[in-house]
């Protein structure tokens, strides 16, 4: 597995990493969530050994990664790029030669993956002919023709249409299943909650949450509501510990401490008028996100 | 060497060969080098300009005359002659440039055309067969007439004067410092451009996941220098033919004359200023940035091509300072060498300091391309970058 432990880092006077510590198990797909400039970035960097780190230790299976494991390590940083006048199939193989497959390997398994992310037809074309959405997938195949034990994806969503996201989310699945340790970065967390059984959530250099999506939200020490009361809608106002989070078509949704009273709640709003719909729930991934990053 | 450093090198070069610049760029300079030698003996042929005296006589079987000049012609002249009835005719043939000149009993007919050195040569031949013409109606006795007209003759000798030599050698040398100061511009810009490109893309983060920089260095500076040796070979190959096929006999030999040390000073001055460019291209981030970054650099390089060009009129110490120098060494030493005043320790010493250096500048350069190659934004300055080297004493330098 992967093992993050207590990362540091510096940059003048930007603390971009402090104390920064999690895992991922092979097999296992993590979401890494965190507001931007929370250092998802620099700690992927890290994993890569593309960051000089103060302090803190990467390790794969209990050892520190040296150059010979990174090659089993496929990687999408955050800044796309590939060689614009390079062909899609020839800088694929390339970058599995780089990864220490043999030439006919490389080209086997660039074909391969190129047919499986719908890029077969283009691989003939250079990268700069590209459109945006499958200079994208070249940069998967550049990530996945190695077929790495580890795949570490800085917003792989980022930049692709619905359905390019379900065929993304369908293969990280199934290169879990396969035995593959999947870390992720992404802004969209409705995905992120399908997708993963796990997240990280970072958030000033630090870990701030780190856990199975379901037990982080039942954690949560707020409560969510959602109601709908036919007549004074203004009812929860001035109550203590009840916040509000949206409010559409007559739908309130609440956030309640978790000392308010239910039942003392639910008088309140009876006595505001009829009640169409009183539904009490842990919180969102994304609300989750926002009270752990609360600035 | 390492597998990554031999795939990065095969893709810059494979890449760079397939580049339509790049075949363009060697289609131009292969014209221009073609072009530079065939032509001027091209030109001389189609503007008519040749060797062979054509000598018209009046009357006479013209072949005694012709082999007396022949005789006294310097070596490698070629005579012709041609016979005419009258003086008229002959006056006319010379008119209309049949003939060079034309022996008549009155006189030698030339026009503003004819070579002075023929006119003198034809007036000895007809002065000697007079003078012993001359002898025998006075009835001088055959053998003393023979031996009269003996004492005209003045051996020539041909003297190969320093002077031609080393003019000849001054061209070689001249050549010698252009070649090396274009090659070592040209390829540094490739490697500068390579590695800001690079950057600009994005690239680099993915390649250096898997490669490690000082490879990704190296590879890139194997490959383009790969290919740049075979660019020079190319036009050296291409100089060679035309100038045999058109006769410019010279050029071989000047390039033969350059070969052993341009090959060895390239080596060494392509390999020094890779890294400087390379180190000077890791620290901008965009291609607009990339020739203000090199900026110092092709001034240093300038400084040996001026002397260069300068000592074509004989400063030799500033010449030969400046060769011993090592950033300077790679361009004013095979000058020096093709010049051929030089001594050999002074061949050593620039040899030995232009390796140290190299290897010396390897490191610092490897380990400012190291520790900028990533980083994007502004421009980072030289001093800063320098800076920052010392007070970290180690950089991303991975296992």
């Not at chain 1, 309140?268 to 609300?287: D, H, K, Q, V, Y």
């Not at chain 2, 040749?50 to 013209?62: K, L, M, Q």
């Not at chain 2, 050999?344 to 030995?352: L, Q, R, T, Y």
């Amino acid at each position: 597995m992967l093992r993050l432990a207590d990362l540091h880092k510096r940059y003048g006077d930007v603390v971009a990493l402090d104390g920064c510590a999690f895992g991922v198990e092979r097999g296992e797909i993590v979401g890494f969530l965190g507001p931007n400039g929370a250092g998802k970035t620099t700690t992927m960097r890290a994993i890569f050994g593309l960051v000089a780190l103060d302090e803190g230790s990467v390790t794969w299976d209990g050892r520190p990664i040296d150059h010979e494991t990174r090659l089993r390590f496929g990687y999408m940083p955050e800044e796309r790029g590939l060689y614009p006048r390079m062909t899609v199939a020839d800088q694929v193989a390339w970058f599995g030669r780089l990864h220490g497959l043999a030439p006919d390997e490389a080209t086997r398994a660039t074909d391969e993956w190129l047919a499986r992310l719908g890029l077969g037809e283009r691989k003939g074309s250079r990268v700069e002919e590209l459109s945006h959405g499958n200079q994208q997938r070249a940069q998967l195949a550049a990530a996945l023709v190695h077929s790495p034990e580890l795949l570490v994806l800085d917003e792989p969503f980022a930049g692709l249409d619905p359905l390019g996201v379900e065929n993304l989310a369908g293969l990280l699945a199934e290169r879990a299943r396969a035995g593959v340790a999947v870390l992720f970065s992404s802004h969209q967390l409705d995905l992120v909650e399908d997708l993963c059984e796990r997240a990280v959530i970072v958030d000033h250099g630090r870990v701030v949450l780190d856990g199975p999506i379901g037990e982080l939200r039942k954690a949560s020490r707020y409560r969510y509501l959602e109601v709908e009361v036919v007549g004074d809608r203004a009812w929860w106002r001035d109550r203590p510990g009840v916040s509000l989070v949206a409010e559409r078509d007559g739908v309130v949704r609440l956030r309640l401490d978790g000392d308010v009273d239910l039942g003392e709640l639910l008088d309140a709003a009876r006595r505001a008028g009829r009640i169409e719909r009183f539904t009490f729930e842990p919180p969102t991934l994304s609300e989750v996100f926002r009270e752990a990053v609360r600035r | 060497m390492s597998a990554p450093l031999l795939l990065v090198a095969r893709r810059d070069f494979v890449e760079r060969i397939r580049s339509r610049a790049f075949q363009i760029s060697t289609g131009v300079a292969l014209l221009l080098v073609v072009g530079f030698i065939a032509a001027p003996p091209l030109i001389a042929r189609i503007v008519g300009v040749d060797t062979t005296a054509r000598i018209g006589i009046v009357g006479e079987d013209p072949e005694p005359l012709l082999d007396a000049v022949e005789e006294l012609a310097p070596p490698g002249s070629t005579v012709e002659g041609e016979r005419f009835p009258d003086a008229a005719a002959a006056r006319k043939a010379v008119e209309e440039d049949e003939v060079d000149l034309a022996v008549t009993d009155e006189a030698i007919l030339i026009d503003a055309d004819t070579p002075r050195g023929l006119v003198a040569t034809v007036q000895a031949v007809l002065a000697r067969t007079r003078l012993a013409e001359r002898a025998a109606e006075l009835g001088l006795d055959p053998a003393d007439a023979a031996s009269l007209v003996a004492a005209t003759r003045v051996p020539v000798e041909e003297v190969t004067g320093d002077d031609e030599v080393g003019f000849a050698r001054a061209g070689a040398a001249f050549a010698a410092a252009v070649v090396m100061f274009v090659a070592i511009v040209t390829y540094g810009q490739w490697i500068l451009v390579g590695v800001v490109e690079e950057k600009a893309n994005r690239v680099v983060e993915l390649v250096l996941g898997a490669v490690r920089p000082h490879e990704l260095l190296g590879g890139k500076i194997l490959g383009i220098g790969a290919l740049g040796i075979l660019q020079l070979l190319l036009i050296a190959v291409a100089g060679v033919v035309t100038a045999e096929v058109a006769g410019a006999a010279d050029v071989p030999a000047i390039i033969a004359s350059l070969a052993g040390g341009v090959v060895v000073w390239f080596v060494l001055g392509f390999g020094l200023y890779a890294v400087l460019y390379a180190a000077a291209g890791s620290l901008v981030s965009r291609t607009e940035e990339a020739q203000n970054a090199a900026f110092p650099l092709t001034m240093l390089v300038m400084v040996p091509y001026i002397v260069a060009v300068a000592s074509l009129t004989g400063d030799g110490d500033v010449a030969r300072i400046v060769s011993l120098v090592p950033f300077w060494a790679p361009i004013a030493m095979p000058m020096r060498m093709a010049a051929g005043d030089v001594a050999p320790w002074e061949v050593g010493v620039a040899f030995v300091g232009t390796v140290v250096t190299i290897a010396v500048a390897v490191r610092v350069a490897g380990r400012i391309y190291a520790a900028n190659v990533l980083r994007t934004g502004s421009k980072t300055s030289l001093l800063r970058a320098l800076r920052e080297l010392r007070r970290s004493g180690r950089v991303a330098d991975r296992g």
